[in-house]
């Protein structure tokens, strides 16, 4: 059997940007064994599997496997993949309902003067804030000091919308540039409320990154050891509702752009929106570009 795929570069407007996304459209029969193979084999950040829904009053049940393993949510794989079915509609719909392992995930499809530009998630789960970390077991993760850690705000700490990372500030954007992940001190640190990587953001950004309000990175584990993600979006949605929270504003929308990729090469820039209703978060969005890259076919072996 033939099975049709699309690799996506997601939140960015232009090739080689943002992070890369594959999306196999026609996963029907494939075991889960099948589509973890075949996650590792495209060694992207994460590949989407596109299935036929439970509920057929929505589009889609999308899996999301990473080089290791199946995770219940993720951001750029809700963009690139909605943006993929997108493209390939005759008309393109205004908005995509994906089952997912974390819930139900509403995606708006973004226009300009009538084509497929990108994608906005509203996220499946509300703000949890679980752990603390340390700060300085949090600043060793990223082989930096204690002092580098900004806490004026929030401690290190780990939250999710969906997917849980350890969130933490940091007080410059040469500590953002110079942060690498330290192999030894994730292991001391992880795994914890299930999850295994850092988002790492500041707000102190120079003039030429401006519009941009905050910088961001993120360490995973990938293939090979630890690695960077280029854009993520379920831990950007998770850090946009955080400082929404935080936020004095009881009522309105707490909007952020976030840089992401820009020390690895690969510029991204993810837009968030958090609303707000009497003091308390209501729902989370995160969005942004993308770009068709690739399409093609492939037939595993001992398929008809």
Not at 24 to 43: H, K, P, R, Y
Not at 62 to 87: Q, Y
Not at 156 to 185: D, M, T
Not at 204 to 222: N, T
Request: charged share 20%; aromatic share 6%.
């Amino acid at each position: 059997m033939q099975r049709r795929y699309i690799t996506v570069d997601v939140f960015t407007d232009r090739a080689f940007g943002g992070n890369p996304l594959a999306v196999v459209l026609d996963a029907g029969g494939l075991s889960t064994s099948q589509m973890q193979a075949i996650a590792t084999e495209f060694n992207f950040s994460e590949t989407t599997f596109v299935l036929l829904p439970a509920d057929p009053a929505h589009d889609a049940q999308v899996r999301i496997f990473t080089v290791n393993r199946e995770i219940p949510f993720a951001g750029h794989p809700n963009v690139g993949t909605a943006f993929a079915l997108a493209t390939q509609a005759d008309k393109p719909p205004a908005r995509l309902l994906f089952e997912e392992k974390a819930g139900l995930v509403p995606v708006e499809i973004l226009t300009e003067q009538g084509r497929v530009v990108g994608a906005e998630l509203t996220a499946p789960q509300p703000l949890k804030r679980l752990s603390h970390v340390n700060m300085e077991q949090a600043a060793a993760c990223l082989s930096l000091s204690g002092t580098e850690v900004q806490t004026d705000r929030h401690p290190p700490q780990i939250i999710s919308v969906g997917l849980s990372f350890l969130v933490v500030e940091l007080a410059s954007r040469e500590a953002l540039r110079r942060a690498k992940p330290n192999a030894a001190a994730f292991a001391k640190t992880f795994p914890c409320d299930d999850s295994d990587a850092v988002y790492l953001y500041t707000r102190d950004v120079s003039a030429a990154e401006k519009p941009c309000d905050l910088q961001a990175r993120m360490f995973h584990p990938g293939a090979s050891g630890l690695s960077e993600d280029p854009a993520t979006g379920s831990a950007t949605a998770a850090a946009a509702a955080l400082l929404a929270d935080l936020d004095p504003m009881r009522d309105g929308e707490f909007r952020l752009r976030i840089g992401q990729g820009v020390d690895m090469g690969r510029p991204s820039l993810l837009l968030t929106r958090v609303r707000k209703r009497n003091g308390a978060v209501t729902s989370i969005h995160v969005g942004g570009s993308c770009v068709p890259m690739m399409e093609g076919t492939f037939r595993l072996a001992g398929e008809g």
